[in-house]
């Protein structure tokens, strides 16, 4: 089980895989299980957002055990939100805000 970080600028955290694009991250949710995803909404100019992740997710259901968001653009991240609510299973764990330290505490040590 991984922890996923898709951002396209910022420092990926320890515990954790970098996806710099929405592409990339589809294709980590494909290939692996997700415990934690913390997603961003911009990722550069004319390029995917994280919404189109958040709508891959809801599709096909693969959802991680834990969202978080820490983007910056509020608008983003209430649209994020709405999406993965939609189909949101109960055992799921959705924040429209970043991850708290303790859960990057978490990732960072190696504890799933």
Do not use: K, N, Q
Not at 59 to 78: A, T
Not at 86 to 93: E, I, M
Not at 95 to 110: L, W
């Amino acid at each position: 089980m991984i922890h996923v970080y898709l951002d396209d600028h910022r420092t990926c955290p320890p515990g954790f895989v970098a996806a710099r694009s929405a592409e990339e991250c589809i294709l980590l949710l494909e290939a692996e299980e997700v415990d934690i995803l913390s997603l961003d909404y911009d990722l550069g100019w004319g390029r995917p957002t994280g919404l189109e992740v958040a709508r891959y997710i809801a599709e096909s259901g693969r959802y991680p055990r834990r969202i978080y968001m820490h983007s910056s653009s509020p608008s983003g991240r209430m649209r994020m939100y709405e999406m993965l609510r939609s189909a949101l299973p109960p055992d799921v764990h959705l924040s429209h805000t970043p991850m708290p330290d303790d859960v990057a505490a978490e990732a960072a040590g190696g504890r799933a």
